[in-house]
């Protein structure tokens, strides 16, 4: 329900918004405006999100087939099962959900986001196969969809390719930060999440938590002794080596347990079409009306509300100019790349002004939450979403105050 009232809510909005402007300041283009961006973001829904990825999800479901046949999968959920369990207390032990979700949590920390989508959407079926009612969430699809949308990420790659592009004389200088601000979401999102579900803290979890840190720490502490060139030349090579180390392993791995590697990638392969065709609806009626709403100038009234709000209190402004991609990410990752480029090539700020080196932080502390939700639960046909929303909302507002203060603790 709550996700039928966001999306009912954006076209009200917009609509008010665009009424106004055009009755109150005149502007006779508005309307056509809003027209043109439903038709636009109609057709870019399909044809530049849900048709590129259906080749992915052909390949990588053909490939995680291979991974199930060969037990890589299986051994994924035994090695992780204790952490595992404690977070997603309903899945049961050793469920191939486990290893899938972990997949996912993995492509994602490498930046790999076209490989994270289908392991993600194998999961949530899955985690669909367990549900006793399809139509409305369960709490393990809610915590794994609120990580999801933290974009847990250990490699900002794209995001040093940004900066690369528009002239950065220290593109990988956001390289620490934009790992700390969304390792803060992510725990933010565990706690919001864990709070909401009653999930018990007890010294296995913890100690699973704190061991993860240290291990991240251990590798910033490495890559934060590498100079400028070796970072770049780092994040280049990383995600991608890893990535294609975990296709070839998969394929050997399916060799050694004697699997017939084609036909197994071919019957996997084959449920990508229909993964996408149910997607379709979802992200076309969501990217729609996140459109929409961008187009009225809602987006603009809200961050300049939000500057008022942050002078009067006497805070410092100096973050505001980015503000619009931290409010723009929950709904569109496009939308905030934009807006992330547009400070880049801003002759007064650029890529290495506060502004911009805050707006490569939010752009990398948090995903799309209201996109993923719709591709996500729309691909199984969730209809309850239940807290998942806010749960994910409040991860990202939480996610949001650690970036700001993040880039004044590394920048100012």
Not at 135 to 144: P, S, V, Y
Not at 218 to 245: C, D, H, R
Request: glycine share 8%; with cysteine; net charge neutral.
């Amino acid at each position: 329900m709550a996700l039928n009232y966001v999306w009912i809510a954006f076209f009200i909005i917009a609509f008010i918004i665009a009424l106004i402007k055009l009755i109150v300041f005149g502007d006779v283009e508005i309307f056509k405006k809003l027209s043109d961006g439903i038709f636009d973001s109609a057709k870019s829904s399909v044809m530049d999100v849900a048709l590129p990825l259906a080749g992915t999800m052909v390949f990588f479901l053909g490939l995680m087939n291979i991974a199930e046949k060969a037990g890589a999968v299986r051994f994924l959920a035994r090695f992780l099962n204790p952490l595992m369990k404690r977070i997603f207390p309903g899945v049961p032990d050793g469920h191939p959900a486990m290893g899938q979700m972990v997949m996912n949590f993995s492509a994602n920390m490498l930046g790999l986001d076209n490989a994270a989508t289908p392991f993600g959407l194998k999961a949530m079926e899955s985690l669909q196969e367990i549900n006793p009612d399809k139509e409305k969430a369960t709490n393990a699809q809610i915590m794994f969809l609120v990580l999801h949308t933290s974009g847990l990420t250990l490699i900002p790659l794209s995001i040093i390719a940004y900066r690369i592009s528009a002239g950065s004389v220290s593109p990988a200088s956001i390289f620490i930060p934009c790992v700390i601000g969304t390792l803060m979401t992510t725990l933010a999102s565990v706690v919001v999440v864990s709070i909401w579900q009653r999930i018990r803290w007890d010294l296995v979890l913890v100690g699973w938590i704190v061991s993860a840190l240290a291990g991240v720490g251990v590798l910033l502490f490495y890559i934060n002794g590498l100079s400028a060139e070796q970072k770049e030349i780092f994040s280049k090579v990383a995600g991608n080596l890893v990535l294609f180390v975990i296709v070839v392993s998969f394929i050997l791995g399916g060799i050694w347990k004697k699997v017939h590697v084609f036909d197994a990638f071919i019957e996997g392969a084959k449920g990508g079409f229909d993964v996408v065709l149910k997607i379709i609806p979802y992200l076309v009626g969501m990217l729609v009306a996140i459109r929409v709403f961008r187009d009225s100038g809602a987006l603009e009234y809200v961050i300049s509300a939000l500057a008022w709000v942050i002078r009067a209190l006497g805070f410092d402004t100096d973050f505001v100019p980015a503000l619009p991609v931290a409010i723009m990410k929950p709904f569109s990752g496009s939308g905030a790349r934009g807006m992330m480029l547009d400070i880049f090539k801003n002759p007064e700020l650029g890529p290495d002004s506060f502004p911009g080196l805050a707006a490569s932080i939010f752009q990398g502390s948090a995903d799309t939450t209201f996109y993923i939700i719709a591709l996500y639960f729309g691909s199984v046909g969730i209809k309850k979403v239940r807290y998942s929303i806010w749960a994910g909302m409040i991860a990202d507002f939480l996610g949001v105050i650690a970036a700001i203060i993040i880039a004044y603790i590394f920048f100012k």
